[in-house]
């Protein structure tokens, strides 16, 4: 090469460089975690609503969904932080109108090209909605029959993968040197090793192979446009090496992205279905972008040199594939800065992790209590199988009353603490009468102690003390059962103290607080159940779910390989080749979409993927705790033995009851609201068909207690082993390696 040709190569692989260099940050669309929505129709006309999104640090990514008009929040947001996110649950009620038809958008979206969002909607008759907003599509009109759906969800992610293509420089980059490596038409046969490679992603993705770090997919695809364009410059057109590079940047790239919808797509099927139509899209764009670089270079030679232009070209895109892959590791380490980067326009400051409201919609709210300035202060707390009733009373207005002893001295003793308190719940039992569903309810548990009260709440003594009558403060507690939320609850008041004709009372239920006050013309105090929005937390086998099988795709894949291999081995009709290719391509098609649940020999010794894994520890976690809602001992241990194995049930039920109790108060036993499983960090297999899934979770969870809710958010690590017993699966024993407060 001439020295001014040489010196013009220079020039182009610096200034392509540079150029690409700048440019690459559009590649960033795919490291970036995404949001997600997810809308859960429940019976009645309500939707459960989970949003979810990206946090750096004390940021958050300035996005929120906007939901169909007529939707009204049935309760405040519970919003809470898990490890690099932000997550807010409520529950909405409709106007009567279908959800089917209305359209649902992510405001903010549209302005920048830092994330996605993934949309979810699961319906009650119309199944279950995958789809991918992106900042080119931002909103998503659900359709108005279930036989739509599947086109309409093919056809918004299809339109998706149009957007990313056109945002990510790095394919357009991948298409320009393949075309240029294959001299034109052949390049779509290395196309369809792309496609191949996609296809077996779904295959892996489908076993549970769903995790690969798109940064270093991005970074494999840009090593391989790098080695195509040496092969260019050294004007090299073997083809037989790429293949296998071509396929495995499809490949990874593919699994990369599944990777980003796995964390957030727990139904296979959902999954599959969005991944598959992203591909699709992905791919078609590709090979129409392709074919125009095909045209391209096809009329190219009629003016002018093409084989120079082809290595300048070749010079262009190494140098490219070079830059855009610094700047993909340049842009990963701006994530992990938490000082504001591109996206800050786009950031709200967020409060820290201990101030963020923790309040469940299955406790009540919290009521600040100071010093008690009343004689008597009274607390119903309605709850899921129990209805509780707590009294505050200061002791020297109880000493008024004709029914018990006057006191000797100004210190209460800490043996004479017991007869009062026992004089005084015998008080409480004859004189005031709580009835549920219309009936005389009768205390399954009844408690007295002396306790400190101030803006923390009510505390009880770790030991007794003797007591000063003038400051001295008693706290009761009557626990009533019940097998479901209760209809109606009435309270009969009749232990007015002498100090006061009157007697302040708070309401709970699982949704709000009220106050009220009972006084001698108006001692009754009524509640009833208007809780439209409320989910009765239930106890429920976690099934062993049969395989989704794609038989028809295994036949037509396995029918096609036969026909390709003959054609190759006795240079078969060109009609035969073209039926196989279309079988093959059917096969990939209906892989996600046409299934059949089949029953495997040898089921049990299959190990569950870390997918079904997750979905498996969640449910059997969430019933251990549900389980323990009731104080009736044989009843927790029915409801264990749905979920723990029989030889284990004493050891669970003592470990965990041990743990709540911790939380304990006057009676209150902590109720934990939600397991979030964080990771699973191992599966293997045991003897006798059990699996040890080494797992981390999180429980949120409350005790109401004189009216103050306490919040409690803790960290566990165990290694849960679980086994399948029969149709369903059961713990078998849980091993805590870690425990950690967190709130």
Not at 305 to 315: E, M, N, Q, S
Not at 503 to 531: F, I, Y
Not at 714 to 722: E, F, G, K, T
Request: with cysteine.
């Amino acid at each position: 090469m001439r020295r001014p040709q040489r010196i013009n190569f220079y020039i182009a692989f610096l200034v392509t460089f540079f150029l690409a260099l700048f440019c690459s940050t559009a590649v960033i669309a795919d490291e970036i975690r995404p949001a997600l929505l997810e809308i859960t129709e429940q019976p009645g006309g309500n939707f459960e609503v989970i949003w979810k999104v990206p946090m750096r640090g004390d940021l958050v990514l300035g996005l929120r969904p906007v939901l169909p008009e007529g939707w009204t929040a049935a309760d405040t947001p519970q919003s809470y932080t898990i490890p690099g996110a932000m997550v807010e649950r409520n529950t909405y009620t409709s106007d009567g109108q279908p959800i089917t038809g209305q359209t649902l958008s992510i405001d903010g979206l549209s302005s920048t090209v830092m994330t996605d969002v993934l949309l979810q909607i699961k319906l009650i008759k119309d199944g279950v909605y995958a789809v991918i907003l992106k900042p080119s599509s931002p909103s998503f009109t659900i359709p108005s029959l279930h036989q739509e759906q599947l086109a309409t969800v093919i056809f918004q992610n299809i339109k998706g993968a149009f957007g990313h293509l056109a945002r990510s420089i790095n394919h357009i980059v991948l298409i320009l040197a393949l075309v240029l490596l294959a001299s034109g038409p052949r390049a779509i046969k290395l196309l369809i090793a792309w496609v191949f490679g996609h296809a077996a992603s779904l295959v892996l993705v489908d076993f549970g192979v769903a995790s690969f770090p798109a940064p270093v997919a991005e970074v494999l695809c840009m090593i391989a446009v790098f080695l195509i364009a040496r092969s260019i410059v050294s004007n090299r057109q073997d083809l037989g090496s790429f293949w296998v590079l071509v396929f495995g940047a499809g490949l990874f790239h593919s699994l990369a992205h599944a990777g980003i919808l796995a964390e957030t797509v727990a139904d296979k099927p959902g999954l599959l279905g969005a991944l598959f139509a992203f591909n699709l899209g992905l791919d078609l764009g590709q090979i129409l972008l392709a074919a125009a670089a095909i045209g391209t270079v096809i009329i190219m030679p009629r003016y002018g040199p093409f084989p120079k232009t082809r290595i300048v070209a070749g010079y262009a895109l190494g140098s490219a594939a070079v830059a855009i892959g610094m700047g993909i590791f340049m842009n990963a380490a701006a994530l992990e800065d938490p000082l504001e980067n591109a996206a800050a326009s786009q950031t709200l400051q967020m409060p820290t992790a201990r101030s963020v409201n923790m309040k469940s919609p299955n406790t009540p709210g919290p009521v600040s209590i100071q010093q008690p300035k009343d004689p008597v202060s009274v607390f119903l707390t309605i709850e899921p199988y129990e209805v509780r009733l707590e009294v505050l009373f200061r002791v020297k207005d109880l000493y008024a009353l004709k029914e018990l002893d006057p006191p000797t001295a100004d210190m209460i003793s800490p043996e004479s603490q017991d007869p009062l308190i026992e004089n005084v719940l015998g008080l409480m039992q004859d004189r005031v009468s709580v009835m549920i569903n219309g009936k005389p309810a009768d205390a399954v548990a009844r408690r007295g102690e002396f306790v400190t009260a101030g803006s923390y709440g009510v505390m009880t003594r770790k030991q007794k003390i003797p007591e000063r009558v003038d400051e001295a403060i008693m706290g009761v507690m009557f626990a009533y059962l019940g097998d479901d939320l209760p209809k109606e609850v009435t309270l009969d008041w009749d232990l007015f103290l002498p100090a006061s004709s009157e007697v302040k009372a708070t309401l709970s239920d699982p949704l709000e607080s009220k106050q009220g006050v009972l006084t001698e013309t108006a001692p009754t105090l009524r509640w009833q159940n208007q809780l439209a929005g409320f989910k009765m937390p239930v106890v429920k086998p976690v099934p062993v779910l049969l395989p989704d099988i794609p038989i028809i795709s295994i036949v037509l894949a396995f029918v096609s390989a036969i026909v390709f291999a003959l054609c190759s081995l006795r240079r078969g009709h060109w009609i035969l080749r073209a039926l196989a290719a279309a079988g093959m391509a059917l096969a990939i098609a209906c892989y996600p979409f046409v299934r059949f649940k089949v029953q495997i020999p040898g089921l049990k010794s299959i190990k569950p993927a870390p997918q079904q894994a997750v979905v498996v520890v969640d449910g059997l976690l969430t019933n251990v705790y549900r389980s323990f809602y009731l104080r009736d001992e044989g009843t927790i241990y029915d409801r264990l033995a749905l979920t723990a194995h029989g030889d284990q049930l004493t050891d669970i039920y003592l470990q965990v009851r041990t743990a709540l109790e911790l939380e304990d108060r006057g009676g209150a036993r902590a109720r934990v609201d939600q397991v979030q499983i964080q990771e699973v960090r191992d599966i293997k297999r045991q003897a006798d068909g059990m699996f040890a899934v080494d797992t981390v979770w999180t429980a949120n969870g409350s005790v109401s207690h004189f009216g103050h809710t306490h919040y409690r958010q803790n960290r566990y690590h165990a290694i849960m082993s679980i086994v399948q017993d029969e149709d369903t699966w059961k713990i078998h024993q849980i091993e805590l390696l870690d425990e950690q407060r967190l709130l």
